[in-house]
């Protein structure tokens, strides 16, 4: 593929990718946070004055999040709407690691491939720490 | 529930506002906004302000790269040394004390301050450099008439070196480290200023996503303050960039060098006071 073809390519696709998923996580969050407003405010309140205190610890199983997000539960539903924002970035990488496997650029390749592995490490990281 | 999710949208809008006038992100604010005013502790803080700052990079991303403003080669070159400095800071941010991450954070603003003053025109330069050339890094933007500009890149294990120090900071304290991410591709890669800024905000994105996902993923993230932040520091940061082009430039980077100092006397007074 000629590099103009590339970089047109990067420069229309790019931010179509970026807003989609953008909006998406922000639908998610907005109705999470109307999900908790009709059905546990006070649920609310009770964990802002917790994390005020210094209360602090959410961690959940993937499974059971996303099992619980499916339920409706407001607060797992807010929590994989955080999840999809911080795809924004993995996702737009992970565009551009095949776009240039696609075209053989193997610098390239092994940038956005070191990039998505650090992403990758960081999960990992969070879940050891 | 109304009032407070209804107080952090209001604060994360303004925080949101103006780092995006100030170019800074909104991440600088949005950390002193949490702490000094809502009550947070500093780690809740960091952890809101890091996803915060993904959106905010996205959102501006958008028209940054559609209109040819983004080095994207440049970005994912650099990306390589700032996700290897976020993942380390993000990790590092769980085991340091809480009073030695304000004091570094007052001192980023201090360093976030001295650019916004010494911010100067572009310094380009003929020649890229051999690395530069094999990874085919130069660009070309419009000037004030619309022609096509050429600028080269110089100094890439230079830059990068000082990209693995922005993405450690950025890890450690929240915040997306544009200040130094600018200067790095400003002054010792030579692009300019337009493009060092835009092609900044893009990497921001992946920078503070290695730390979300590392904050996220260890339960670091208060759910119920990152929700309304996100949500409240994006229609500011949106809002402030279609404000940007009417704003008169040197009074914003004097007000919001003021600002800079300011928090950073705040924060700092706050580490070493014990508070």
Redesign the interface.
């Known amino acids: 593929m000629p590099?103009n073809d590339e970089?047109r390519i990067?420069?229309?696709w790019?931010?179509v990718l970026?807003?989609t998923?953008?909006i998406t996580?922000?639908t998610i969050?907005?109705l999470?946070?109307l999900l908790?407003?009709t059905r546990s405010?006070?649920y609310?309140?009770q964990?802002?004055q917790a994390?005020?205190a210094?209360g602090?610890?959410?961690?959940?199983r993937f499974g059971e999040l996303i099992a619980n997000a499916l339920g409706g539960d407001p607060?797992s539903v807010?929590?994989v709407?955080?999840?999809m924002?911080?795809l924004?970035?993995?996702g737009?990488?992970a565009f551009?690691f095949l776009l240039f496997i696609r075209e053989r650029d193997y610098?390239?390749v092994a940038?956005?491939a070191?990039?998505l592995a650090?992403?990758v490490?960081?999960?990992?990281?969070?879940?050891i720490? | 529930?109304?009032e407070?999710?209804g107080g952090l949208f209001a604060l994360a809008i303004v925080a949101g506002l103006i780092g995006a006038l100030s170019g800074l992100g909104g991440g600088v604010f949005i950390v002193p906004a949490l702490v000094i005013i809502?009550?947070?502790?500093m780690?809740?803080a960091v952890g809101a302000s890091m996803?915060s700052v993904?959106?905010t990079?996205?959102?501006a991303?958008?028209?940054f790269?559609?209109d040819?403003w983004t080095n994207?080669?440049v970005a994912?070159?650099l990306?390589?040394a700032t996700?290897?400095g976020?993942?380390t800071g993000?990790?590092l941010a769980?085991i340091i004390p809480t009073v030695v991450l304000e004091l570094m954070f007052a001192l980023m603003m201090l360093q976030s301050a001295y650019f916004s003053i010494r911010k100067r025109g572009d310094d380009l330069v003929e020649h890229g450099d051999p690395l530069s050339r094999?990874?085919?890094l130069a660009g070309e933007i419009p000037n004030d008439q619309g022609q096509p500009v050429h600028y080269e890149v110089v100094n890439v294990f230079s830059g990068a070196g000082l990209m693995v120090v922005a993405g450690l900071m950025a890890g450690l304290l929240g915040i997306g480290s544009g200040a130094l991410k600018v200067m790095a591709m400003d002054y010792i890669m030579h692009l300019p200023l337009k493009v060092s800024s835009a092609t900044s905000n893009f990497m921001i994105?992946?920078t503070?996503?290695?730390?979300?996902?590392?904050?996220?993923?260890?339960?670091?993230?208060?759910?119920?303050?990152?929700?309304?932040v996100?949500?409240g520091v994006?229609a500011g940061a949106l809002a402030g960039s279609r404000f940007l082009p009417h704003a008169n430039e040197r009074v914003l980077r004097e007000a919001f060098v003021v600002i800079l100092l300011l928090i950073a006397i705040e924060m700092g007074w706050r580490a070493l006071s014990g508070i």
């Open positions: 590099a970089a990067l420069r229309v790019t931010p970026l807003r998923i953008l996580a922000a969050l907005i999470g946070l908790m407003a405010p006070g609310y309140v964990r802002y994390v005020q210094g602090l610890h959410e961690r959940e607060h807010m929590t709407g955080l999840f924002l911080t924004v970035p993995l737009r990488v551009c610098a390239y940038f956005t070191y990039v650090g992403l490490v960081g999960v990992m990281l969070g879940r720490g | 529930m109304p407070i999710v809502a009550h947070m502790p780690k809740v996803i993904v959106a990079s996205a959102g991303s958008v028209a790269v559609r040819g994207l080669k994912m070159v990306e390589c996700v290897t976020a993942v993000a990790y769980g094999r990874l085919d994105g992946v503070a996503g290695a730390g979300a996902l590392v904050f996220l993923a260890r339960g670091d993230v208060s759910t119920a303050i990152a929700a309304p996100a949500l994006t």
